[in-house]
């Protein structure tokens, strides 16, 4: 009787490794927050008569957002000038009154005593018209107050008060306003990343953010990938001992109005110059206790493991060393894979970064 046909060697999927040019990037969690972010509280005391803007809504800037009641300010400020008036027309006589006794001085018709007299109550009237001067300024700054304007463009919050309450100065606060035409993301950098963007930027490979342009990527929650540019504007003076990390800043244009303060990003930026480097599918790697491994596919379709040191993960391809450009190695089917053992490769098409394509199922018989 004639023995059973050896079965087939199993099949998997292979892709070459590649070489491409590569460039890093680090990426971060960042908090949305508004360059200018003001608290409008009032600056003199008084009943508030009239609140003129419509709650979160865009405000330009130098717009009208309260009235406190006038009456009393505009009272000081006719106070102010009847005083002004007064103190010139004291300056005016004092000035005629020392123009007489200096004529008489030819005469010996006046004491030097009372020309002295004289004298110093002419400096006195111009010093009293400075101080009613400065009155009258101080009055009318506290008239022009009780119209409190929008000091930046941005979106308004609501009105913390109705019409007809007492404000008093600075307290409370009003309304906030945020502007909105450019946002912060905040982010923070561990120390061994600080470290080794210090090295980079020592050795010339990267620009400092500190003294030059460099471009930074944003996505929010709900986006794919990092679709808004910006770049990195501030980098702090020292790291946190607490959390062992260093705060950096990037600005984003937002005249769209589509980022909101206190939102959560993802921020990305480069991370290491442009190198050389060889690249194997991610899923590609494997764990054999404490190290990772691919499975090739050598001499007669044999698999041979082989260890690896990883690196950065760029869109699904994994940068590793240990691996040589164009060999094979297995994606798909590792399961089937035995060191040693010989399989049957099928070869899988790639995409334009270099990224296996799975192969297509195949199709049930027709019956």
Do not use: C
């Amino acid at each position: 009787m004639s023995q059973p046909a050896a079965p087939p060697p199993p099949a998997v999927s292979v892709a070459p490794a590649i070489q491409r040019e590569v460039q890093e990037f680090e990426e971060f969690t960042a908090r949305l927050e508004a360059p200018d972010t003001v608290e409008v509280r009032a600056r003199v005391a008084g009943a508030l008569e009239q609140v003129h803007f419509t709650e979160g809504q865009q405000v330009a800037k130098g717009a009208m957002l309260f009235t406190i009641d006038p009456r009393p300010f505009a009272a000081d400020v006719a106070r102010a000038e009847a005083q002004l008036a007064a103190a010139r027309n004291q300056a005016e006589l004092s000035s005629s009154e020392l123009a007489r006794a200096e004529k008489l001085t030819s005469i010996q018709g006046v004491s030097q005593q009372e020309l002295d007299q004289l004298r110093a109550g002419v400096r006195n009237s111009r010093s009293n018209i400075q101080s009613a001067e400065a009155a009258l300024v101080q009055a009318r700054l506290n008239l022009d107050f009780t119209r409190i304007r929008a000091p930046v463009a941005g979106r308004i919050s609501r009105a913390q008060l109705t019409p007809g309450n007492l404000v008093g100065v600075g307290s409370p606060v009003l309304t906030t306003l945020v502007s909105q035409d450019r946002v912060f993301a905040y982010f923070d950098a561990s120390e061994a990343t600080y470290l080794k963007y210090l090295h980079l930027v020592r050795s010339g490979t990267l620009a400092s953010p500190r003294t030059a342009t460099v471009q930074a990527w944003m996505g929010l929650a709900d986006e794919t990938g990092f679709p808004h540019q910006g770049r990195i504007d501030f980098v702090d003076n020292r790291l946190n001992p607490a959390t062992g990390s260093i705060r950096g800043r990037a600005v984003f244009d937002n005249r769209e109005g589509r980022f909101t303060p206190g939102l959560f990003a993802r921020v990305k930026v480069v991370g290491s110059g442009k190198y050389q480097a060889t690249l194997v599918a991610d899923r590609a790697i494997g764990t054999d206790q404490t190290r990772k491994v691919v499975m090739l596919v050598g001499k007669d379709n044999v698999v041979q493991p082989r260890e690896v040191q990883p690196g950065a993960l760029m869109d699904g391809m994994r940068v590793v060393q240990g691996v040589k450009p164009g060999e094979l190695v297995i994606v798909d089917g590792l399961q089937r894979a035995q060191p040693g053992a010989p399989v049957t490769p099928q070869v899988l098409k790639t995409d334009d970064k270099g990224l296996p394509i799975p192969a297509a199922p195949a199709s049930a018989p027709q019956r």
